[in-house]
């Protein structure tokens, strides 16, 4: 499956990468060496492997690969170079597959489409399972935004609540083919294995889509996705000690707590 840089890159012009499917090949291998480090000794996961570069320098030290590639072309380019005896190449949309597919994984190394950004963050936050991820430079500072600032959001205060976050490398566009228009980080991220629940999380996502009005008037405005009145969500908003706080202000610890509290007010609490 090893391919140098410049067959590597021979082969992505060849292939011509699907926008659709958000495929930006990886062509540094330094940086796939990198990636794969962490990856030592362990049972590893890949999503979208690619043309296998990372994939490849994975094989070298991982205790076992499986590799997910949604493409069939890939794949079968992955597959008719295979010769990594602790490689299980898989054909298929990663989120298709079952938890228990996943059993035995030690973590996940990839380098991901920016449009699955959320999804595989969510997805690592419920199966407990750290990660090395490429992904936009623009994403992970949104990620680390602090209370207060422009760029805090509800992406924010579930990554601080979920991840311990460590940022290995910003990587240039050149690194990749096609080139993106926009700069990329590694990240290393560890869960803390606290799961939120759908219904915490949900609120969350209410209250910071009004992150800057007062709390009350962001849950009254939520009415509507509450599947509730204004007039009996307005009754409710009155009762909280911090209804005249800013949604934006709040620590993801605060927010959260203030979240559990409406769902106890609403009586949708589990």
Not at 234 to 253: G, N
């Amino acid at each position: 499956m090893y391919m140098e840089e410049k067959e590597m890159m021979s082969a992505a012009k060849a292939m011509r990468a699907s926008r659709r499917l958000g495929q930006n090949f990886l062509m540094n291998r330094n940086l796939a060496k990198r990636e794969a480090s962490y990856a030592a000794s362990k049972n590893v996961v890949e999503m979208g492997p690619g043309l296998g570069m990372l994939t490849s320098e994975l094989c070298m030290v991982a205790k076992s690969v499986t590799a997910i590639e949604k493409d069939d072309r890939l794949y079968a380019l992955l597959r008719s170079n295979n010769d990594c005896k602790n490689l299980n190449l898989v054909n298929a949309d990663f989120f298709s597959l079952e938890k228990s597919f996943f059993s035995g994984i030690d973590i996940m190394v990839s380098n991901i489409p920016y449009n699955l950004s959320s999804s595989v963050l969510y997805w690592l936050a419920g199966m407990g399972i750290p990660a090395v991820l490429s992904m936009q430079e623009e994403f992970v500072s949104h990620m680390s935004a602090v209370p207060g600032t422009r760029k805090y959001s509800k992406l924010s205060v579930v990554t601080s609540l979920s991840f311990d976050v460590e940022v290995i490398a910003n990587v240039p566009p050149t690194y990749f083919y096609p080139r993106p228009k926009v700069r990329s980080s590694v990240i290393l991220v560890t869960p803390k294995n606290r799961v939120i629940g759908e219904k915490e999380l949900a609120m969350i996502s209410c209250l910071m889509e009004h992150k800057k009005k007062k709390l009350r008037n962001a849950l009254i405005d939520s009415a509507g996705s509450l599947g509730m009145p204004k007039s009996a969500v307005s009754a409710i908003a009155e009762k909280l000690p911090m209804k005249d706080t800013r949604p934006f202000q709040l620590t993801p610890e605060g927010l959260l707590a203030v979240s559990e509290e409406v769902l106890v007010l609403l009586g949708k609490s589990a």
